[in-house]
Every structure is written in structure tokens, then in C-alpha cells.
């Protein structure tokens, strides 16, 4: 049975969100490309949607081997009473794996107060799978409409859009909390799937 220190487990998951944020950028990439538009325009509230949803849906798909394992064998030793039962462990395994990506928001918040520089496009390449409400959220300056270099464009965002952009990263920890509990509970999907199809 693998140890389940809970630092080692959230070091695994801020690898494999790292790799969500490589595969998010690469598809947001894409979207737009598909899209043929500015995805900072007014009319492109369908461009943002598919992309935050593609984003949350790949930070899901990357962090849940590791913490599906991590909930079944935590899940074995309670059964041989070698550990309390913990609901959200899954939950507190998540808020530090999200630690970087609050640390990202916080700068962002802090730029808006002009407390240090511009960070946008950094912290739009580096949290990439949460792209799409950050659109939403840190708007940027336009020329008639248009944007020069948008993924770097530099954010107008008021205080108040920076202070809500913060909790953004939350999206993991909730995120966290379902593969955690699947493992818990030894509900495997890809078991599943394969079993209703030799079932068929």
C-alpha cells in the first residue's frame, strides 16, 4: 500500500495541473483559431464558455489518477483501522495544489493596485485551464475594438474584478473533491465503462 502523505500527493497533482495548463493552452490556442475571432470582443461569450469548460474538463481529466488513488488507499487503511475516516481530504489536497495558481491571482490583484508590473500574459499562459473566466474577469485594453498581441494585452480590471479573480483557483479543490470521493468509494469509470460494453 503507497504512503498518502498529503504533501507528496499535492506535489503530484501540481505536477499533473501543470501538464493541464501545457495541454489548456494548447487547445485555447486552437478554439480560437477555430473561432477566427478576438476572444476579448464583446461577441465572443461562446468562444469563452467552450473555452473554460474545455479548460476545467482537462484539469479534471489530469488530476484524477492521482487522487482516485489516493482516495482508495486511504479508503484501505480505514477498512484495517490504520486511519480516520477524513471527507475532505480530497478538498485540502486540492486548495494546495492550488496554492501557485492563488499565488499567480494575488500578483494579478496586486498589479491592478499597481503595487508591482503588468503580469497579464503571464498569468494567462500559466493558468491557461482557467482562461476563459479570466477573460471574463480581467478585460484588457482595446483600440477600436481590436487587440494587439491579446494573450499579453495589458488588463483594465477594476479592484473589484481582481479581488473576485482570487478565488478562481478554487475551481481545483472543488474539482479535488469527486475523484477523491470515486476512489473512497472504489468507483472506477474506466472499469465501468469497460464493463457496460462487455455487458452489451
Known sequence: MKSNNIWVVSLKLMLMSFFATIVSFMLNCL??????????????????????????????????????????????????????????????IGLI???????????????????????TGLMRVLSSQFWGIYTFLLPVATSAGAVENPG???????????????????????????????GRKGIAIGERLMYSKKKK
Open 152 to 182: 499579453f494585452a495589458q488588463s483594465i480590471a477594476t479592484p473589484a474584478q481582481a479581488i473576485a479573480a482570487v478565488f478562481v483557483p478554487t475551481f481545483i479543490p472543488l474539482l479535488s473533491y469527486l475523484p477523491y470521493l470515486m
Open 31 to 92: 478554439i480560437v483559431t477555430i473561432a477566427s475571432q478576438n476572444f476579448f470582443a464583446s461577441d465572443a461569450v461562446g468562444t469563452r464558455i467552450i473555452m473554460q469548460v474545455v479548460g476545467i474538463l482537462v484539469e479534471l481529466i489530469f488530476i484524477y489518477g492521482v487522487l482516485w488513488e489516493c482516495g482508495h488507499n486511504d479508503q484501505m487503511r480505514v477498512n484495517l483501522g490504520q486511519k480516520n475516516y477524513s471527507m475532505f481530504r480530497g478538498v485540502l
Open 97 to 119: 495544489t492550488a496554492i501557485p495558481y492563488y499565488l499567480m491571482a494575488i500578483a494579478m490583484m496586486l498589479m491592478t493596485f499597481d503595487v508591482i508590473p503588468d503580469i
